[in-house]
């Protein structure tokens, strides 16, 4: 690949035309992306109670980033950019992230409460590694937060937390969106992919169905 084919001028915009991950699953090629190290130079907790434990780096779903990484997001704030985030996480340490159950209802006050911990403490680590927005995060897949009813994908959610940060702009500033879905991540049926249910998100219920997405 030749270097001045990597990235490409449209209407203004840098468009990336190429990208390669330096792993095989998703969390630590997202580590990598946003930290520009190797994902075997996590330090949060679970990677390195694994390495200690297994005498060598095992790279999976353990390689989290930390509010210490020195990261894209936090240069970019640093150099003047408005940095957010949207979509699925499932790279950024959160302390005292509370597991919800399958059988949980999300209707039940303990668990709509557990669930709002859920997403401040989320959005209080994003921010800590250099975002000054979060919105519409699934913090794992969505079959991995717990509530069966919630265990879908919603993709109008995700986008209309991307296109809220956008419209936050001035035409003349500088941002950096991060806009990650969960697809083509699990579940995969149509009643919880295509025809998932539109106000279930990672936090709960919305009371209005967002309409972001194109028709």
Request: aromatic share 10%; hydrophobic share 35%.
């Amino acid at each position: 690949m030749s270097r001045r084919n990597f990235a490409k001028s449209i209407g203004g915009l840098a468009a990336f035309m190429n990208q390669y991950v330096s792993a095989p699953v998703c969390t630590p090629s997202r580590f990598s992306c946003l930290t520009d190290k190797y994902s075997s130079r996590s330090n949060a907790p679970n990677f390195l109670k694994d390495t200690k434990r297994h005498g060598q780096s095992v790279v999976q779903w353990n390689s989290e980033i930390m509010g210490s990484d020195v990261t894209l997001p936090g240069l970019l704030k640093d150099g003047g950019h408005k940095t957010g985030f949207a979509g699925k996480s499932h790279v950024v340490h959160v302390e005292e992230w509370e597991q919800l159950e399958y059988a949980d209802d999300p209707r039940d006050p303990e668990i709509a409460a557990t669930l709002i911990r859920n997403k401040n403490r989320v959005q209080t680590a994003i921010k800590d590694i250099g975002f000054e927005y979060a919105e519409s995060i699934y913090h794992r897949n969505p079959e991995r937060i717990g509530c069966e009813e919630l265990s879908v994908h919603n993709m109008d959610w995700i986008t209309k937390g991307g296109v809220d940060f956008i419209e936050q702009q001035s035409k003349d500033d500088p941002f950096f969106l991060y806009f990650a879905t969960t697809l083509p991540h699990w579940p995969d049926t149509p009643e919880r992919s295509w025809n998932g249910n539109p106000l279930a998100t990672a936090d709960g219920f919305l009371t209005e169905a967002p309409n972001a997405q194109p028709a």
